[in-house]
């Protein structure tokens, strides 16, 4: 299940099933997302990115859904397996003003997979 | 492709001694380099963003006298963190994007550095 820990909400799996991570992100004029895996001690790594005008976008055993209507994203990521253990972010681009093409970062999320 | 490397992956310092970072970009020109801090279990803040050749922009809360960065050519920026304090303890990611690319938003991340203010 699901649980927020002191600062990182973690999500345990079983190995084989399917894994949905969420996102809220915060401005509704953004119009470029990106989810990113980071594993410890690491970089962040690209995984999958999805425009505003998609709502949908599949890659390999990785999909991301994106809801303007309520500004969330969601990363499913079928038949978890242990390499897949990380922290996941979703980022978003602001499409103007000061921070305008920088990614701004969410809190992230710790997915851990047991064998 | 898109390979960005970080010298030093780790280092330790004395508090009040200053550290540099570098940042190059491998196998690409990148106009654009960004730097984030991250605090333990916790998200990615960007620091600044610079441009090769002009001066860099620091987001708010961050000393750009404290943080001192260069980029002086397309395939390298360097960080300098200045009488560097405990608190400056965190791990220090840049990121390059490419210049003309189709996906000129996306960037490409290092492997980070680990810094240590004992």
């Known amino acids: 299940g699901e649980s927020v820990g002191l600062h990182l909400p973690t999500l345990s799996v079983q190995e084989g099933d399917n894994s949905i991570i969420n996102c809220a992100y915060s401005?509704?004029?953004?119009?470029?997302f990106i989810w990113y895996k980071q594993e410890s001690g690491k970089g962040p790594q690209f995984i999958i990115d999805?425009?505003?005008?998609?709502d949908k976008r599949q890659g390999q055993r990785v999909t991301v859904l994106l809801n303007k209507t309520v500004k969330h994203l969601s990363l499913q990521i079928a038949a978890t397996q242990p390499g897949d253990s990380a922290v996941y972010f979703c980022?978003?681009?602001?499409?103007?003003?000061?921070?305008?093409?920088?990614?701004?970062f969410g809190k992230g999320t710790k997915l851990s997979v047991k064998p | 492709g898109a390979v960005v490397s970080q010298h030093p992956s780790w280092v330790i310092c004395k508090s009040g001694t200053s550290v540099k970072i570098e940042c190059r970009s491998l196998?690409?020109?990148?106009?654009?380099m960004f730097w984030y801090r991250q605090f333990p279990k916790q998200s990615l803040m960007l620091m600044a963003t610079s441009n090769e050749g002009s001066k860099a922009t620091y987001e708010q809360g961050v000393e750009k006298d404290k943080f001192l960065i260069n980029h002086a050519s397309l395939t390298l920026s360097t960080l300098t963190v200045t009488s560097a304090h405990p608190e400056d303890s965190s791990f220090y990611i840049c990121?390059?994007?490419?210049?003309?690319?189709?996906?000129?938003?996306?960037?490409?991340f290092g492997p980070g550095t680990r810094l240590t203010v004992t």
């Open positions: 980022a978003e681009i602001y499409p103007y003003g000061g921070s305008q093409g920088n990614l701004i």
């Open positions: 999805i425009r505003s005008n998609m």
């Open positions: 990121s390059a994007s490419v210049l003309g690319g189709p996906r000129s938003y996306e960037q490409y």
């Open positions: 401005n509704s004029a953004s119009d470029y």
């Open positions: 196998d690409f020109q990148a106009t654009t």
